[in-house]
């Protein structure tokens, strides 16, 4: 390994980074002052980072600087928050996993974390898991709502083989940040997506009864048929942040379709007479739990703003 070199985070966790470099993995620590960099943030350096490394008087490497980022996907860190958590840099789409139960995605994460890819131009497919164990008629619902909105939506079942192949074809030659709640099937999806993957899974050891595995940590895998995945540690929620209050109806496609014809130009789309959105809302043309989680995100981030 040369003395300084460039490299991809494909693993992140706080205390040590694995960067890859030329197909081969070096652990890494971060130089002091790269933490004052992102101030506001919990992670500085995250998995999808392009990074200068070096290695110091003692051999060891160290990341040194981060290049400049494609783009990210960020989240607050907590609910009460000022501060940030990158989720990952330089992807080339989001795949949002959620599951109708067993366990439930709260239909807010998957709203807000819509919002967010929209907010930050990457673009996002959305996939309900576990179809095996769904309530036809509630995927049906589901496809309505989010299609109608002008998503993508696939349906998998891991367990029966269903829609792995499409989701496989969707995920070759790019770079996909794989997110949703804890349990959802993250880490099994990518294991199917490609067996020669070494990934720990939620499955209960059985001889060595050492309880469900969960992600703790962010890591990238270069996936065999070209490109890469990054699994996420499941999260419970996702605070938006840096999304300014007017803003927030631009990250609503199907709000944004109608919201030209509103009679005021500055029109939240909440009160307003003239208003096209309240109007399409009231028509059925925008789905009622979409602006329900509009309405709802309005009023809860009001309150964690400076
Ligand atoms: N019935 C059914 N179970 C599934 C399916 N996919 C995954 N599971 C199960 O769901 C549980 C959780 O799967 P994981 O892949 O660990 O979920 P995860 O989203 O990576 O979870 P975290 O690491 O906690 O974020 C495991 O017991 C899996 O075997 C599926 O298609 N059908
Ligand atoms: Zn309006």
Redesign the pocket.
């Known amino acids: 390994m040369d003395r300084k070199f460039t490299a991809t985070v494909v693993r992140a966790t706080g205390s040590w980074y694995d960067v890859l470099h030329d197909g081969e993995t070096v652990r890494c620590r971060i130089r002091g002052r790269l933490r004052l960099k992102g101030v506001r943030s919990t992670n500085p350096v995250v998995v999808g980072d392009e990074v200068a490394c070096e290695a110091d008087e003692g051999g060891d490497y160290v990341i040194a600087d981060i290049l400049p980022r494609r783009n990210y996907v960020i989240r607050r860190a907590s609910n009460l928050s000022k501060e940030s958590h990158i989720i990952a840099a330089n992807v080339d789409q989001a795949l949002l996993m959620a599951s109708l139960r067993s366990p439930e995605t709260p239909t807010e994460f998957v709203d807000r974390f819509l919002v967010t890819c929209e907010a930050y131009k990457v673009p996002v497919t959305i996939l309900l ?2 179809l ?2 769904q309530d036809a008629e509630a995927v049906a619902e589901f496809r309505a709502v989010y299609e109608g909105a002008g998503y993508r939506v696939l349906e ?4 029966e083989g269903r829609g792995v192949e499409e989701v496989r074809e969707l995920l070759a030659g790019r770079t996909t940040l794989v997110s ?1 709640n ?7 999806l990518i294991q199917a997506i490609d067996p020669s993957l070494d990934i720990r ?3 209960i050891s059985e001889s060595h009864h050492k309880g469900r595995h ?2 703790t940590f962010s890591t990238m895998y270069p996936l065999a048929g070209g490109g890469a995945v990054i699994d996420t ?2 999260i419970k929620g996702f605070g938006l942040i840096d999304i300014d209050e007017a803003e927030l109806w631009h990250y609503f496609p199907e709000m944004m379709r109608v919201a030209p014809a509103c009679r005021f130009y500055n029109c939240t789309h909440t009160h307003e007479p003239g208003c096209a959105v309240t109007e399409a809302v009231k028509a059925g043309e925008i789905a009622w739990p979409r602006y329900e989680s509009y309405l709802k995100i309005r009023d809860e981030d009001e309150k964690y703003r400076k």
Do not use: A, I, Q, Y
């Open positions: 898991s576990k095996d164990l998998v079942s891991v367990r949703g804890s349990g959802v099937g993250k880490s099994t899974t939620g499955e969960t992600t540690p499941g």
